[in-house]
């Protein structure tokens, strides 16, 4: 079945330091988005993406996080100077199309700490 | 925010049983709600859904209801298995915009054998 894959699985990085994350859609979808949990928290919608632009962002997508698709697999989160509170778990989301109804696949996860 | 709200932070419920996970939200303009169970280390995974025009929807030994008028969904897993133990998350989106997907906080369900 197929399924989105996120790499790393585990990133530690220095506050200050430039950090990407990755993640490999399902093949056929074309909405994408990211989401990040902070530990005992909930899980938050950070942004969605499709046709390469950004459909929606929240808050939280301040000026330091990006996305970008720069081929066609791969859909990526930069972070361009962590923070402390930027430790979470992040999680990439793909959909086949946009509707309320058609479902978000989830990947693994990324565990980022920022020390 | 907390437009979807998951009041109880754990469960445990005897293996065969029924267990029952709730969810209540806010925002009047959700009209589609989504249950999605997490292992540790993994991924939030789908597991059912429901749209605002109906009241139930079943999927196995999966049932969703629905009560719009309290705006209060809930979870029946019957029979449980210690397969089911995971933490399970409600979502609720609206058919506008990006639907991003607004989640709760999760309820841990413990199955005992």
């Known amino acids: 079945e197929p399924e989105v894959t996120q790499t790393p699985s585990h990133q530690v990085t220095q506050m200050g330091q430039e950090v990407i994350l990755r993640c490999v859609p399902i093949?056929?979808?074309?909405?994408f988005y990211w989401y990040r949990q902070i530990l005992g928290q909930k899980v938050e919608f950070l942004v969605s993406?499709?046709?390469?632009?950004?459909?929606?962002k929240s808050e939280i997508f301040d000026d330091q996080f990006s996305v970008e698709r720069p081929d066609g697999s791969n859909f990526t989160l930069k972070i361009r100077s962590t923070k402390l509170e930027d430790s979470a778990m992040y999680f990439c989301?793909?959909?086949?199309?946009?509707?309320?109804?058609?479902?978000?696949?989830f990947g693994p996860g990324t565990r980022l700490l920022v020390l | 925010d907390q437009q979807v709200k998951q009041n109880s932070p754990s469960l445990s419920v005897q293996e065969g049983r029924i267990s029952i996970l709730n969810c209540d939200y806010t925002?009047?303009?959700?009209?589609?709600f989504l249950w999605y169970k997490k292992y540790p280390a993994e991924g939030p995974t789908f597991l059912i859904s429901?749209?605002?025009?109906?009241d139930k929807n079943e999927d196995g030994r999966f049932t969703v209801f629905l009560n719009k008028s309290a705006k209060h969904l809930s979870l029946h897993i019957v029979p449980s298995q210690p397969g089911d133990s995971a933490v399970y998350f409600c979502?609720?989106?609206?058919?506008?915009?990006?639907?991003?997907?607004?989640f709760g906080q999760g309820t841990r369900l413990t199955i005992n054998p």
């Open positions: 979502a609720a989106t609206q058919d506008q915009g990006a639907q991003k997907l607004v």
């Open positions: 429901i749209s605002s025009i109906k």
């Open positions: 989301a793909s959909s086949t199309r946009q509707g309320a109804r058609e479902t978000q696949y």
């Open positions: 993406f499709y046709n390469n632009e950004i459909s929606e």
């Open positions: 093949s056929n979808h074309l909405y």
């Open positions: 925002n009047s303009m959700f009209d589609y």
